[in-house]
């Protein structure tokens, strides 16, 4: 019986260890300013290739695109959103609501573009 | 978009990652646990050996659950899903909005394993495989329990652990695992296979070699319940725990179920969008090969961690990894409940709208058309994120004290605490890398 409250002392630590790191996460405002995304698409690469972006919940994200050829982006949000841009430089606005990672696709290169962070 | 299909299968945003103190105070826990049990616990073996019978549970639910009309209902409501399911699968569209999507990969794989721990094993009580070959056996006047041949008990596991990863190659290593054909064929495979074997092996297939039912029948070793001299009893689920067959195949079957999680949480971490991004190796091919790896890694890291521990009684070495895999099977849960809690929740409610329109013509059948998945854990990413470890520190510790049982039966006395290292060793491994994989996806 000694052992198990042991044990169960040491769980009991944990749980609130865990608890008080949980409280400790520092608080990102989310601002206004638009969080701008530069990404070319040129010869079937896309650059950046999956780099982690972090935004805010409601912050307005440029996603400024330099393409040679018209295309679309797809965004894995719920619902799903596509954005079509054309040959040359289109900025597209988006704005995403609820927290969690949100990747932005090339739809015809099936790549990942970037994986915005959002909190 | 009809026909094109999203190579990166169901759910579409994913869950924030852990912070890295979470990450390294959980790990931190897990350390200081595992060496907690190794110096205060008992020092000789609680559970092994059945000890624990259980208390006796309410007579009432014994005498529900023990009737046969019971049996029957579960065998019914199986059959209802089975064919519902099939006819998703058959007569609606080839799109994600296509409920089968969601009942396959959501309700089936993850839900079967939460509703097992927390019912027993479910789906022995409702596989539509079973309640066939029941059937088939009926009209032919012969006992389903009895096939033509007896099942070869040195193939134990192997079966359901490669149907396992036939199940998990599907989802993360296939080019197309939400295109309907492809799925539907998997399951038309499954049932097939299944039919077979029970017809030449009899009920003894299913218990050995239906993955679902050997994933669902030891995640029900977690669960409360057990059955014992035919009463229903309520007991400690390490007492369950125990009670798991050293079964050829079982290092494989957790090495499958374990590996195949974390490679889930890896594939989606930045390291390796930009590794198979930049590389000119096509993506499948990479997710093939790290699959394999990951899953090759957890059967042998356990495999070399468990026979490194002494034994007493002349038992050969080889024999040592499935003696001890029972234990693994808690870290499964608390990693499964990390990594798909949110998905259960969020994309199983989504499903239960879209199975009220199965055929995507704006019925509302089941009058459920309507819910809507509330992302609570979205908007509360810290309580999630606290969930998350604890459920895979408790996982851990729940490990650590099968383990440290079992080894108190199988370690001669003098190697009690010294000979647990190697296995403790690789448990806190297993540990730290799923809540590292968890900050970093």
Not at chain 2, 299 to 326: C, D, K, M, N, V
């Amino acid at each position: 019986m000694q052992r198990l409250r042991a044990v169960g002392a040491v769980l009991t630590g944990v749980a609130l260890l865990a608890s008080v790191t949980a409280c400790g996460g520092e608080d990102k405002a989310s601002s206004d300013d638009p969080v701008v995304v530069k990404i070319t698409i040129k010869d079937g690469k896309v650059d950046p290739s999956g780099d982690r972006v972090d935004v805010g919940t409601g912050q307005p994200i440029d996603l400024e695109v330099t393409a040679d050829k018209p295309g679309e982006l797809h965004v894995h949000s719920e619902p799903e959103q596509q954005l079509e841009y054309a040959a040359g430089e289109t900025t597209l606005k988006i704005a995403i609501d609820r927290p969690g990672v949100v990747a932005v696709e090339s739809h015809e290169l099936d790549q990942i573009i970037v994986q915005l962070e959002v909190r | 978009m009809n026909g094109v299909v999203e190579a990166h299968g169901i759910g579409g945003q994913a869950d924030l990652p852990i912070s890295l103190e979470l990450a390294v105070s959980g790990a931190v826990a897990a350390l200081v646990v595992s060496f907690t049990v190794l110096v205060v616990a008992w020092n000789r073996p609680r559970y092994d050996g059945g000890q624990h019978p259980g208390r006796p549970a309410w007579a009432v639910l014994d005498r529900v659950t023990g009737s046969p009309a019971f049996a029957v209902a579960l065998r019914a409501l199986g059959m209802v899903l089975a064919l519902y399911t099939v006819f998703c699968a058959v007569a609606g569209q080839n799109v994600l909005t296509n409920p089968f999507f969601g009942i396959f990969y959501v309700w089936w794989w993850v839900g079967l394993v939460f509703a097992s721990a927390l019912l027993g094993p479910v789906w022995k009580a409702i596989s539509p495989v079973r309640t066939l070959n029941a059937a088939i056996a009926r009209l032919a006047g012969s006992d389903p329990d009895q096939g033509v041949l007896a099942y070869p008990e040195r193939l134990g596991y192997w079966p359901a652990a490669l149907g396992l990863y036939a199940f998990v190659w599907l989802e993360l290593a296939y080019k197309y695992p939400t295109e309907l054909g492809s799925v539907r064929f998997w399951c038309a495979v499954y049932v097939g296979a299944m039919l077979v074997g029970g017809a030449i092996f009899g009920n003894r297939f299913y218990e050995r070699a239906d993955p679902f039912e050997v994933y669902s029948s030891l995640i029900a070793k977690l669960s409360p319940w057990a059955r014992h001299d035919g009463r229903l009893v309520v007991r400690s689920p390490l007492a369950n725990l125990s009670t798991i067959e050293p079964t050829p195949g079982l290092v494989a079957v957790v090495g499958v179920l374990f590996g195949s999680t974390a490679f889930d949480s890896f594939r989606e971490s930045t390291f390796w969008v930009k590794t198979f991004q930049d590389s000119s190796i096509s993506k499948v091919y990479l997710d093939n090969a790290a699959l394999l790896v990951f899953v090759l890694t957890a059967g042998l890291l356990f495999s070399i961690g468990s026979a490194l521990t002494p034994s007493a009684e002349g038992l050969a070495r080889r024999e040592l990894p499935r003696q001890y895999a029972h234990s693994i099977v808690p870290i499964i849960l608390g990693y499964i409940v990390a990594h798909y809690l949110t998905l259960f929740i969020d994309v199983g409610t989504q499903t239960l709208a879209r199975a009220s329109d199965p055929l995507g013509k704006g019925w509302d059948i089941l009058g459920t058309a309507g819910v809507e998945p509330s992302y609570w854990f979205s908007y509360h990413p810290e309580v999630l994120a606290s969930i998350k470890v604890l459920a895979v520190v408790l996982g851990h510790v729940v490990a650590a004290v099968a383990a440290h049982d079992r080894a108190l039966s199988l370690l001669p006395k003098r190697d009690q605490i010294t000979g647990q290292l190697p296995l403790l060793v690789v448990m806190v491994a297993f540990t730290a890398g799923g809540l590292m994989l968890l900050f970093s996806a």
